[in-house]
């Protein structure tokens, strides 16, 4: 399993290739330096696998590479966020 990274002008998805087949992804859009992870979502096949926060954690890899901030509007997104202070320096601060 990969992970992927597609984009199209402002919005993009990070997704969990499975020999072709998607297994997940993270969708975001980006604007004036601020990437909002509004949507996470994985197979049920890999509960328990900690995919999603892998999704997050390629997003705040891509966010540091491209000097953005994070906004996680995405409930599961945010409480990745919450209970992980090294992705601190992304955060945007005030949410």
Do not use: W
């Amino acid at each position: 399993m990969l992970i992927k990274n597609e984009e199209h002008h402002r919005t993009g998805a990070f997704y969990i290739d499975d020999n072709g087949d998607r297994l997940g992804e993270m969708r975001y859009l980006t604007r004036d330096g601020v990437m909002n992870i509004y949507h996470t979502e994985v197979d049920e096949k890999l509960q328990g696998q900690h995919m999603g926060e892998k999704l997050v954690e390629a997003g705040v890899k891509y966010a540091r590479e491209n000097q953005l901030k994070i906004l996680p509007t995405c409930t599961f997104a945010r409480s990745v966020f919450n209970r992980t202070p090294a992705y601190d320096d992304v955060l945007v601060k005030n949410f």
